[in-house]
């Protein structure tokens, strides 16, 4: 069965946003190494996310949002209470208020329309609410953007968003550890996530060390 509580004996609580920009294999592997840490996860995934996961990747991951929590939490082997999916409508979920939301957000990929969005302070799915939560309530969030080129509007919502104290990761992994494979390159780019959000990691140990 669905946890119908969150328990409160995690190491901490973050909200995972998957909008529909490239880059899926960087959320699956963020969404394991979360669940690995012991950290509660609230998952959002826009429409588009879905479509661009199923393009990208071999990930079979059920359409409908219950089944999609009961597939990854037997997946990742996640405690009860720990995942929770709600649909990109609920807005009855935690992470749409200010009094129930985590006070960390990472949105791995995120489109420039989500970017958009969210630098407008206009919510139309339960992603975008749940960045505007982040942000009312001075928490943390960090965008992983993936475009190119940058157009000057795609630019400037950055900035404006990096002027309000947002994180800005654009998903540009280093190639001075001689990756030897794809793997590689996305674990670089997660540590780095993890890194800025102080989840434990052990995939890469850091710039000279």
């Known amino acids: 069965m669905l946890a119908k509580a969150e328990s409160t004996t ?23 190494l979360l669940l690995a840490a012991d950290v ?24 409908d949002n219950k089944s999609l929590q009961l597939y990854l939490s037997e997946k990742y082997n996640a405690r009860a209470g720990q995942l929770f999916v709600p649909s990109s409508k609920d807005w009855f979920s935690p992470v749409a208020s200010g009094s129930g939301a985590p006070k960390q957000m990472v ?42 080129p940058l157009s000057p509007i795609h630019l400037e919502n950055m900035l404006k968003l990096s002027r309000l104290g947002v994180t800005i990761m654009p998903a540009a992994p280093g190639f001075y550890r ?32």
């Open 40 to 63: 509660q996860v609230h998952l959002l995934m826009s429409d588009a996310a879905k479509v661009v996961m199923a393009t990208e990747t071999d990930e079979n991951w059920p359409a």
């Open 10 to 32: 995690f190491n901490k609580r973050i909200t995972l946003g998957i909008s529909g920009a490239s880059g899926s294999q960087y959320a699956v592997r963020l969404l394991e």
């Open 178 to 209: 001689k990756p030897e494979t794809l793997d590689d390159l996305i674990d670089l780019m997660v540590a780095r996530i993890l890194d800025h959000i102080d989840v434990e990691q052990s995939i890469y140990a850091g710039w000279g060390r």
């Open 107 to 148: 949105i791995c990929p995120c489109s420039m329309g989500t970017v958009a969005a969210v630098a407008q302070g206009m919510s139309t799915n339960l992603l975008q609410r749940a960045a505007d939560v982040v942000l009312k309530e001075r928490g943390q969030l960090v965008l992983i953007p993936r475009e190119t």
